[in-house]
Nanobody, 124 residues
Framework: QVQIYESGGGLVQAGGSLRLSCVAT????????MKWFRQAPGKEREFVAA????????NYADSVRDRFTFTRENAKNTGYLQMNNLKLEDTGNYYC?????????????????WGRGTQVTVSS
């Protein structure tokens, strides 16, 4: 059974950094992209970043490009989202998804596994 676990969230001041981790466990039938989405209170979930299985393709939301970096270590089944220069508007619950389409678009394929999320709070 595939499970996704996120960690690394917390409280940080604006301008600070956090690194989120996404661990995928279980038996995958094929390659998969890892994707991060976030949801702030009262707002819809939004795409943050994606990386394909090989790690050679990434995609970022305009709001985080040049501040966030997504990498992965397949030997550890883990993806890392390095978040620098955090802003108040980055606050939200961050969810990791394993998308079996292995595409890095902001949309999701038909077969996706989700984690339960990790909270990121940026204070002034």
């Amino acid at each position: 059974q595939v499970q996704i676990y996120e960690s690394g969230g917390g409280l940080v001041q604006a301008g600070g950094s956090l690194r989120l981790s996404c661990v995928a466990t279980g038996q995958f039938r094929g390659t998969y992209a890892m994707k991060w989405f976030r949801q702030a209170p009262g707002k819809e979930r939004e795409f943050v970043a994606a990386i394909n299985f090989s790690g050679q393709q990434t995609n970022y939301a305009d709001s985080v490009r040049d501040r966030f970096t997504f990498t992965r270590e397949n030997a550890k089944n883990t993806g890392y989202l390095q978040m620098n220069n955090l802003k108040l508007e980055d606050t939200g619950n961050y969810y990791c998804a394993a998308d079996m389409s292995d595409l890095v678009g902001a949309s999701l394929g038909p077969w996706v596994y989700w984690g339960r999320g990790t909270q990121v709070t940026v204070s002034s």
